[in-house]
């Protein structure tokens, strides 16, 4: 079992409507997770980061964790074309961080 | 606040060269972590250091190695280098180190892509 596990997509959206990233980790003991928006042939930029169970929001974009079910989300409320970006879900293993292969966002015009 | 910046950005090898890539964090971050990605395989840990001390490796060949000065520049060697060795390599920066599986934000630079003919 992977550490940290993302559908690779494409998910292919329409502007406006709502996309659901998701994302399942294995260590129960992380207790720190992160979501990062990566373009192609850019860095990852931080997009939310989530200690506690529960939704953090942050403009168009909701976070949700539940660790009794080991699983992080990311929500993008009114999906714009640039929104399409890889996003990476990561989650703290000991001493580390562990990042998801990544989802592919596509939102189309 | 100005951003982690990398140097250099894009670097062409042959095999068997070596390699050094620096990165400078954010002012007042202490922690430097490496990140190795590759379409293959993602994004990988290769280390964090923290006040000049390796504090963890990725499971990375001892070909791989880095070094953190007194004012948190880390630099990172890859020496006798291979084909697969070409990838982005990533340097993020954060204020505190990891405290068991808990960790701050880590803000990653623009990479250094490295081309390994």
């Known amino acids: 079992q992977k550490e940290v596990e993302q559908n690779s997509g494409p998910l292919s959206v329409p502007e406006g409507a709502i996309a659901s990233l998701n994302c399942t980790y294995s260590d129960r003991g992380s207790q720190s997770f992160f979501w990062y928006r990566q373009y192609s042939g850019k860095s990852p930029e931080l997009i939310m980061s989530i200690y506690s169970n529960g939704d953090k929001e942050d403009g168009r974009f909701t976070a949700q964790l539940n660790k009794a079910s080991q699983y992080v989300s990311l929500l993008i409320r009114d999906s714009q074309p640039s929104d399409s970006a890889t996003y990476l879900c990561?989650?703290?293993?000991?001493?580390?961080?562990?990042f998801g292969t990544g989802t592919r966002l596509l939102v189309s015009p | 606040k100005a951003g982690v910046t990398q140097t250099p950005r894009y670097l062409i090898k042959t095999r068997g060269q070596q390699v050094t890539l620096s990165c400078s964090p954010i002012?007042?971050?202490?922690?430097v972590s490496w990140y190795q990605q590759t379409p293959g395989q993602g994004l990988q840990f290769l280390f964090e250091y923290f006040s000049e001390t390796q504090r963890n490796k990725g499971n990375f060949p001892g070909r791989f190695s880095g070094r953190q000065f007194s004012n948190s520049r880390s630099e990172m060697n890859v020496s006798t280098l291979e084909l697969g060795d070409s990838a982005l390599y990533l340097c993020?920066?954060?204020?505190?180190?990891?405290?068991?599986?808990?960790?701050?934000?880590?803000?990653f630079g623009p990479g250094t892509r490295l081309l390994v003919l």
């Open positions: 993020a920066s954060s204020l505190g180190e990891f405290t068991g599986r808990r960790k701050e934000t880590q803000y």
């Open positions: 990561a989650i703290t293993g000991f001493q580390k961080l562990v």
């Open positions: 002012s007042g971050h202490r922690s």
